[in-house]
């Protein structure tokens, strides 16, 4: 975890020791969790996660399908 303290006293190089030692940087404030700071890589990883959990959801509750382009663009053809 990394203080506000610590923050304004080593900057970003804080920010970059702990993301080295345990892949994601908490920033503290008054020593209560505050900010959670993440590579990007990783922030990317987890949109992706989420959005796959979300289709998985979805498609388990019947609001969602899959198909090609071809018959999703002849289904919007349908309706119009």
């Known amino acids: 975890m ?3 303290v610590d923050l304004r006293k080593k900057g970003i190089k804080a920010v970059e020791e702990e993301l080295e030692e345990n892949g994601s940087a908490v920033i ?43 018959e999703l663009i002849a289904r919007i053809e349908d309706a119009l």
């Open 28 to 70: 503290s404030f008054k020593g209560k969790p505050k900010y959670v700071m993440l590579p990007i890589e990783a922030y990317e990883k987890m949109e992706l996660d989420l959005a796959y959990a979300e289709l998985k959801r979805a498609q388990e509750q019947g609001n969602a399908y899959s198909s090609s382009a071809k």
């Open 2 to 4: 990394v203080s506000v």
